[in-house]
C-alpha cells in the first residue's frame, strides 16, 4: 500500500462512492484515502500460501476466510482492505455495501517497507477497536515472522513467532499455523522489486 494518502479529507460517502467506482481498491481512515499498491513476489507467495493454508484448515469449521478483495467496515471513519479475514459464525454485510464485512474474527496483513508502520501501530489500533476481532496477525515479508495480537478477558496479548520450526495457535478459529508451511515458496535472499 502506498505509504502517503492520496485523497485527504474527504466525506466517508464520498470514499465509498470513490471506491465502488474504481477499479483501483482505497482504504479509509479518518478523513485520508489511501490507494492500494501492487504487491511484491514475497508478498503474493505469502498471501497465496495463507489462503490455500485457511482454506484447508477451515474447510469443516465454522469459520470461513476471505481474500483480500473484502473491505472491512470498521466504523463509518474506518475502512480497510485486509490479506486474509476469517469469520467464525454468521458473516455480516453493510446492507447498502454488501462488500463491507463488519464482524472479523481475525485479520491478516503482510507488511512491507511502505506499509510496516501502519500495520504494527495505526492499523493495530484500529483493528482491536472491532468488537468480534479475536486474532490481529501481521506477517513480516523479509524473514520468518509472524506478530499476533490476540483478544484476551483482560485486554490484549502480543506475542511473537519467529522461524520456520515455529507452529502459531489460532486458537480462536481452532487451527494452527506452521510457518514452514506459511513461508513455503518463499526465497529469502531474493531482492525485493
Given at each position: ?54 482454506f484447508i484448515a477451515l474447510r469443516q469449521s465454522p469459520c470461513k476466510g476471505y ?45 512491507s517497507d511502505t506499509s510496516e508502520h501502519r500495520d504494527h501501530f495505526i492499523k ?70
Amino acid at each position: 500500500m502506498s505509504a502517503q494518502p492520496s485523497h485527504s479529507h474527504i466525506s466517508p460517502e464520498d470514499y465509498l462512492i470513490l471506491d465502488e467506482a474504481s477499479e483501483t481498491r482505497y482504504e479509509y481512515l479518518n478523513g485520508e484515502v489511501y490507494a492500494m499498491s501492487g504487491g511484491t513476489p514475497k508478498h503474493s507467495r505469502i498471501t497465496h500460501n495463507i489462503n490455500g493454508l485457511m482454506f484447508i484448515a477451515l474447510r469443516q469449521s465454522p469459520c470461513k476466510g476471505y481474500e483480500s478483495n473484502i473491505r472491512l467496515q470498521i466504523s463509518k471513519k474506518e475502512y480497510l482492505y485486509p490479506d486474509f479475514t476469517a469469520v467464525c459464525g454468521k458473516a455480516e454485510f453493510d446492507e447498502a455495501y454488501p462488500n463491507n464485512l463488519k464482524n472479523p474474527t481475525m485479520v491478516v496483513e503482510v507488511v512491507s517497507d511502505t506499509s510496516e508502520h501502519r500495520d504494527h501501530f495505526i492499523k493495530l489500533n484500529v483493528y482491536r477497536s472491532i468488537e468480534s476481532l479475536r486474532i490481529y496477525m501481521i506477517v513480516e515479508q523479509t524473514t520468518p515472522k509472524v506478530t499476533l495480537h490476540l483478544r484476551q478477558d483482560n485486554g490484549w496479548l502480543y506475542q511473537v513467532y519467529e522461524g520456520l520450526d515455529a507452529v502459531v495457535p489460532l486458537d480462536a478459529i481452532g487451527t494452527t499455523l506452521n510457518l514452514s508451511e506459511l513461508y513455503e515458496t518463499v526465497d529469502f535472499d531474493e531482492e525485493q522489486s
